[in-house]
């Protein structure tokens, strides 16, 4: 079991003011906002967390650069992915990765 794997097993052991407050926390680490890729719309409607949540819900479809490798969540949860906001939840891109062999776009 890697870092993502084990952070994911922990949450659902938690109750659900201990993940409130978990993804709260997260999303002030968050550093999407200052993404090339980031626009006007996932700020005003207050995106954030692609890694957990998935993609952006109508927002960002143009890949101009993904920042999220330096970003302090990606480590202390022991993502692989990027692109998140395009190309879905770390989870949901394991998964294709797994299915397919290769990531899907
Ligand atoms: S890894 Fe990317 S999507 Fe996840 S919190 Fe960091 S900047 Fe946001
Ligand atoms: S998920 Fe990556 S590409 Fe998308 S806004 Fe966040 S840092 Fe930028």
Not at 55 to 84: N, W
Request: positive net charge; contains cysteine.
């Amino acid at each position: 079991m890697d870092t993502f794997e084990e952070k994911v097993q922990a949450m659902k052991n938690m109750a659900p003011e201990d993940v409130q407050a978990t993804v709260e926390k997260l999303k002030s680490m968050c550093t999407c906002p200052s993404c090339p890729s980031y626009n006007r719309c996932a700020k005003e409607g207050k995106e954030l967390i692609f890694c957990s949540t998935g993609k952006s819900f109508m927002c960002i479809s143009d890949e101009k650069r993904c920042i999220c490798p330096a970003c302090p969540v990606g480590k202390e949860m022991g993502l692989k992915y990027s692109f998140f906001c395009t190309r879905g939840a770390e989870k949901a891109q394991r998964y294709e990765h797994t299915v397919w062999g290769t990531k899907m776009v």
